[in-house]
Structure formats: C-alpha cells, structure tokens
C-alpha cells in the first residue's frame, strides 16, 4: 500500500495522510506529489493515473487517468506556476515517452504529445506561459533534445539540441540544463558545467564551470536563485567492454544568487547518492532545498 503524507517540516510533525494506492506486489515505485501554486490542490502519481486531492483535507476530488499505452509508467509530473494546470509524463521501453497536459479543475485533457526519447525533465516558465522538457538519448550528443511548448495556444515551439540535458529549468530569461554525472565517461577528462539558453532568441550562452568540480544532474531556480548538484565526477573504465562512465564521489549541491552571477552557498557532501533529474529543488521562496525526495532531507539556504 502506498499513501500520501502531508508534513510540517519545520516541526517534524505529521499533518495528514491518505491511502492512495494498492499495488499487488512489492515492487517500488518512483511517484510524484507536487501542490498546485495557490496550495488549494495536491496532486500525486501513481504508475498510471494523477490523484487530484484538496490539500486542507486529503480528500479525492478526482483521479485522471492518461491513455497509456501498455508499458508506459508515469514519471514526472509539475503543476503550473499560475493556475490548475499540470504536465504529466509518461515513459515506456525502450525509450519513447507521451506527454500530458491537463486542467485539475475538471479533468480535461488539454494537450498531448508523443516524445523521441524518454522524458527526465519538466520546467514551467516563471509566468506559467510555456514549458520545456529534456528528452535525452543516453550518454550521446547527437541526438539529445531539450523541447520547448507554448500553452496558450498549446503548440510545439523550439527544439533544442544539447548534450544529454537530463534536468532543466527556468529562469527569468534563461533555461537552465544540467547532464547527468554517469555520462560524464562518454568523453575523456571532460568537465561537467551549467548550460543555458537565453529564451529570447535560444542563443546558447556561456558556460559555467567551477574549479575542480562538475555541475550535473539537476538544476532548479526559484525567487531569484539557482541551485545544482555539485562535486567530483570520477570516470571509470571497463576495458573489457570498452566502455566508460561517471560515478559521484559524494553528494553536494551549491547555490547562486540570480542567473550564477554569485555562489551563496556549497553544503558539505550529505548522506545520500546522486538521482538525476529530481534530486533537489528549491522551494518557492528560494530559501529552502529539498534533497532526495526518497529518503527527504531538508535544508535552510542562507
């Protein structure tokens, strides 16, 4: 049985809960649970359906449930910076995915669109009129895209390339990409930093890097600052198979006032391992970061 728990974190205390689903085995699940921006609703993924829920009370105020095809699961989910609108997507095998948009006041499908690669990311716009997500090929260049969508009306704008973007963001007047750490060995001595694109225009902008470190596997930005995994990326090789890749030496995360004009703090490393995409996310004041939705940590950025 899965359930969806409300927290005062502050306090530790436990607010509420409610059963959400029944899975007949024991397999876990990678769900979601994101507020809508007025804190009126709760929504929360199961493998294939979106619970609407009243935040005050955990009640049901409906379930939507995508039309999936057969091997298809959900995987991310994000409600819309004004509104009750939220993007679901959906990956299947071996690597394609579909993506929703619907109204949570009523239900209604609003758009959908079939995706090249699985999704790892999705990124409202600060105003709520457009959105991007990441749709990597694994550890290649060639192929990698990050797409970008109006909603109104609901159309496919820009196709962008970028080498393996497996977390976006907005800001302001960037979008934000990050790759992951473990394809870090798809290239010799390469160093990992913070990529963007100014979104009027979608020039590719200047690169940040940090001495002796690579930035990778997610971004976030929130009230004017930044945040991103951070630290040392060791390669490993498998000479037998010729083959490389990159693992994590420890988990950090650093954060930057405005568009990286200034870092405003670099934790020490933490418990935990690297999980791409959804790792860490500032709330929506900018002070606050999430770490490791699995296992929650939570942290005060000065």
């Known amino acids: 049985m899965e359930s969806v728990e409300v927290w ?6 436990k607010i509420g809960n409610t059963r959400l689903a029944t899975y007949p085995n024991s397999m876990p699940t990678s769900n979601t649970v994101r507020f809508t921006a007025d804190g009126l609703f709760l929504i929360a993924s199961e493998p294939t359906k979106v619970h609407v829920l009243d935040a005050a009370t955990l009640n049901s105020l409906r379930v939507i449930e995508p039309p999936l095809d057969q091997g298809f699961r959900i995987n991310k989910l994000e409600t819309s910076p004004s509104g009750h609108v939220a993007i679901v997507a959906a990956n299947g095998f071996p690597n394609s995915a579909v993506l929703f948009a619907y109204d949570l006041d009523s239900g209604r499908l609003l758009f959908q669109w079939k995706s090249p690669h699985q999704v790892t990311s999705v ?3 600060l ?3 457009e959105f991007a997500v990441a749709a990597p090929f694994p550890c290649t260049w060639f192929r990698d895209t990050i ?15 970028a080498r393996n ?18 394809c870090k060995g798809s ?6 930093g913070l990529e963007s694109f100014d979104i009027n225009g979608w020039h590719r902008l200047q690169t940040v890097l940090l001495p002796n470190r690579d930035i990778h596997s997610f971004v976030s930005f929130a009230n004017g600052r930044l945040l991103a995994g951070t630290g040392n990326v060791k390669i490993q090789h498998d000479w037998l198979d010729g083959t490389t890749w990159g693992v994590e030496t420890y ?6 006032e405005g568009d990286a004009r200034s870092i405003i703090f670099s934790s020490v490393p933490v418990a935990g391992r690297t999980f791409d995409g959804d ?16 296992n929650p940590q939570v942290f005060q950025v000065p």
């Open 147 to 161: 797409h970008v969508f109006s909603v109104n009306p609901w159309l496919h704008l820009e196709t962008l390339k």
């Open 279 to 294: 790792t860490a996310r500032l709330s929506r004041t900018g002070k606050t970061v999430l770490l490791n939705p699995r």
């Open 8 to 13: 005062d974190y502050r306090q530790k205390i």
């Open 251 to 256: 988990l950090q995360f650093t954060t930057w």
């Open 187 to 192: 290239m010799f001595d390469r160093h990992l």
């Open 127 to 129: 105003d709520g009129t």
């Open 165 to 182: 973007p497996t977390s976006v963001a907005f800001s302001e007047d960037r979008l934000y990409f990050v790759e992951s750490g473990f």
């Open 123 to 125: 990124s409202w716009k």
